[in-house]
């Protein structure tokens, strides 16, 4: 079983600059809600940005994972 | 893990030979997972005919997918043989109009 603060966690890890906020909107530890600001997101493209929170989370889609509803944001001054 | 000649090749040319792709859980008819549901609903919404393809039916299309376009889950979109991304990223570029751009040149339904 996975939750949300193991996500958090392993996004975290793979971005450390990374404000994390990850969701269980049903309570159900299947579909997962997560929104991710970086400001190494800056410049990328969105897969791009996708694929390092993936790559954060390893190949967890393979297994606890089932499903992340993801939103990759750049910071902005108003934001920071 | 590296995917079969045949089966990259078969994904090259599916990509490049339909304008708009949906890799999906089920069809654009009969969605099997809210994520592809969603997908489809917004390639509807575009009003663009699009193939939709079901990777539950054949399980070495989607492992092979995943290495294709270095992506772990499903939807996968792809528009004029580019990767677009998944239901997220679609439904962003839905609401920005970033979609409507890339669709330009594609037969609307």
């Known amino acids: 079983m996975i939750d949300t603060a193991r996500i958090a966690e392993m996004i975290q890890a793979g971005l450390p600059d990374a404000e994390v906020d990850v969701r269980d909107p049903l309570n159900d530890r299947t579909h997962f809600e997560a929104t991710v600001t970086s400001p190494s997101f800056e410049g990328k493209s969105r897969v791009q940005q996708h694929k390092m929170v993936y790559a954060a989370l390893g190949d967890s889609f393979s297994g606890p994972l089932h499903a992340l509803q993801l939103t990759t944001v750049v910071p902005t001054k108003e934001t920071k | ?109």
């Open chain 2, 1 to 109: 893990m590296n995917i079969a000649p045949e089966m990259q090749e078969k994904l090259s040319s599916q990509v490049r030979d339909n304008d708009v792709v949906l890799y999906m859980k089920g069809t654009a008819n009969f969605p099997m997972c809210g994520f592809s549901a969603r997908a489809a609903r917004v390639l509807q919404s575009a009003g663009v005919k699009f193939k939709d393809v079901n990777i539950l039916e054949d399980d070495d299309l989607r492992v092979a997918l995943k290495v294709f376009s270095d992506w772990p889950t499903f939807p996968q979109c792809y528009i004029k043989g580019e990767f677009i991304g998944g239901s997220d990223i679609l439904l962003e570029m839905y609401e920005s109009g970033e979609l409507e751009k890339k669709l330009e040149s594609v037969p609307k339904t």
